[in-house]
T-cell receptor
Framework: DQQVKQNSPSLSVQEGRISILNCDYT??????FLWYKKYPAEGPTFLIS?????DKNEDGRFTVFLNKSAKHLSLHIVPSQPGDSAVYFC????????FGKGTHLIIQP | KAGVTQTPRYLIKTRGQQVTLSCSPI?????VSWYQQTPGQGLQFLFE???????NKGNFPGRFSGRQFSNSRSEMNVSTLELGDSALYLC???????????FGQGTRLTVV
């Protein structure tokens, strides 16, 4: 039973445009949501988080939106840069992190 | 400051053996969590230790255990290894989950 789902295994975006990564969850008890980025042969790197009581959090080029009624969150990257090419994991916290299976973001020059 | 250090980086064991993996968290971080990453299941939470006590536990069998020492270093043990235990084992340390956890590079365990 997958409590955190990332339905797009991969996403290709042109450099300079907006990248939108999506994530759905089923457990309404999660109290924090986080996004991680992972390069090959490295551990995940924390990007940004949002509390379940907020609907938006912004940090530089990264913005996370939370829609609790739809149990959906998204990560917006504007503008997308070549170094953003990586696998992005959505995660939710409730006594431990539950991860989605990741979306491979490819930024095309 | 130094990141999360996991040793060893690679390990090959045979079925039925046991293995111990080690994790040194970032200095000052008292929370250490362990995760298993496989191609089929993705990243799955094993357990979390805080101040030498297991605070949270995921859905793994009792063959998977861990401990944390007074200096916050943590070890994870897997007994009676099975082929399906082959995975990348990641350790993460944090001050507070809200600001995210810092991951090590992982230990790649292969069971043959």
């Amino acid at each position: 039973d997958q409590q955190v789902k990332q339905n797009s295994p991969s996403l290709s975006v042109q450099e300079g445009r907006i990248s939108i990564l999506n994530c759905d969850y089923t457990n309404s008890m999660f109290d924090y949501f986080l996004w991680y980025k992972k390069y090959p042969a490295e551990g995940p790197t924390f990007l940004i988080s949002i509390s379940s009581i907020k609907d938006k959090n912004e940090d530089g080029r990264f913005t996370v939106f939370l829609n609790k009624s739809a149990k959906h969150l998204s990560l917006h990257i504007v503008p997308s840069q070549p170094g953003d090419s990586a696998v992005y994991f959505c995660a939710a916290w409730k006594g431990g992190l539950t991860f989605g299976k990741g979306t491979h973001l490819i930024i095309q020059p | 400051k130094a990141g999360v250090t996991q040793t060893p980086r690679y390990l090959i064991k045979t079925r039925g053996q046991q293995v111990t993996l080690s994790c040194s968290p970032i200095s000052g971080h008292r929370s250490v969590s362990w995760y298993q990453q496989t191609p089929g299941q993705g990243l799955q939470f094993l357990f979390e230790y805080f101040s030498e006590t297991q605070r949270n536990k995921g859905n793994f069998p009792g063959r998977f255990s861990g401990r944390q020492f007074s200096n916050s270093r943590s070890e994870m043990n897997v007994s009676t290894l099975e082929l399906g235990d082959s995975a990348l084992y990641l350790c993460a340390s944090s001050l507070d989950y809200r600001v995210g956890a810092f991951f090590g590079q992982g230990t790649r365990l292969t069971v043959v």
